[in-house]
């Protein structure tokens, strides 16, 4: 119906099963075989899955990088087409599956990842097949974590819509709130009235000037005791000026004191061994 919020999607779990030739075909196999420049691997990813915008979409763009570094991994494990078909059909369904709802679903999306796994990692027709090892399935599980889901809110932010909640709520009793902008009208006029009011109690209002009050001429006793405290700050400023003169010639006296004794010791320790050393050359 016109003017309600369309539904947004759930988080929900899904079924996993085989899916080797579901997204890549073995002609497209082998079609990325034969191409070994990492631009034109791109372009026929962006060709398969209708992603010719790439290069002024950034949607699209992630997208193909996504497949492109899915298939690169591949290459550098040395993948069979069917292991590279099933590794990015797993990559894709897991992407899907994160990016269907703009809620949390990483605890389902990452089982559901793990499901698919071994799904192509364990013999049990015809709900399973053993098309990994279990050293490719470490590698597989190791490279996923580590750059998909390790980046999947970004990944959640770039391809889901923007949320928000617009929440209302009505007591039974109370009258309901008026829209905003009766209400930041009604407020306006009452601001207006309160700042006429203020202006017009202003204006009514005597403003006293109040001259400054001429200096008082000090009398001849404040003047005798002004000039009895100045002297006395004087003496003391004097004394303390001695005080520390003295305790800095103090110092250093009984620095020059304790300079010579050391001079003294080093000059009669030195005279002894030279002395001792003749005598040695003697005998």
């Not at 890549?24 to 034969?34: A, F, H």
């Not at 009505?170 to 207006?192: C, F, N, R």
């Not at 005798?224 to 405290?229: F, G, M, N, P, T």
């Not at 000059?267 to 002395?275: E, F, H, P």
Request: hydrophobic share 30%; glycine share 4%; proline share 6%.
């Amino acid at each position: 119906m016109p003017g309600e919020a369309p539904k947004i999607p759930q988080p929900k779990n899904r079924k996993a099963k085989v899916c080797i030739w579901d997204d890549l075909t073995v002609n497209q196999m082998d079609i990325l075989e034969k191409t070994t420049n990492n631009d034109d691997i791109k372009c026929k990813l962006a060709e398969f899955f209708s992603l010719e915008d790439y290069c002024e979409n950034p949607r699209s763009a992630i997208l193909v990088d996504l497949y492109f570094y899915t298939v690169q991994f591949a290459r550098q494990h040395n993948f069979t087409k069917e292991q590279t078909a099933a590794f990015f059909s797993i990559v894709k369904k897991t992407h899907e599956m994160q990016v269907e709802t703009p809620f949390g679903n990483i605890d389902l999306c990452f089982g559901y990842f793990k499901e698919l796994v071994l799904c192509h990692a364990v013999r049990r027709p015809p709900w399973s097949i053993d098309l990994f090892s279990p050293d490719q399935v470490k590698l597989i599980t190791e490279y996923v974590v580590n750059t998909y889901f390790r980046h999947h809110k970004l990944y959640k932010y770039v391809f889901t819509p923007l949320v928000r909640l617009d929440l209302a709520m009505t007591y039974e009793g109370v009258p309901e709130t008026p829209p905003q902008s009766e209400a930041g009208d009604e407020l306006k006029e009452e601001t207006e009235e309160e700042v006429a009011a203020e202006a017009n109690a202003i204006q009514e209002e005597e403003v006293e000037i109040v001259e400054p009050e001429p200096e008082k001429e000090e009398t001849p006793a404040q003047k005798e005791l002004r000039k009895v405290i100045q002297q006395q700050l004087t003496e003391e400023v004097e004394k303390l000026k001695v005080s520390v003169e003295e305790q800095l010639r103090t110092n250093e006296e009984s620095l020059q004191k304790k300079l010579s004794g050391v001079d003294g010791r080093t000059g009669s320790g030195t005279g002894k061994r030279v002395s001792s050393r003749q005598g040695k050359k003697g005998k």
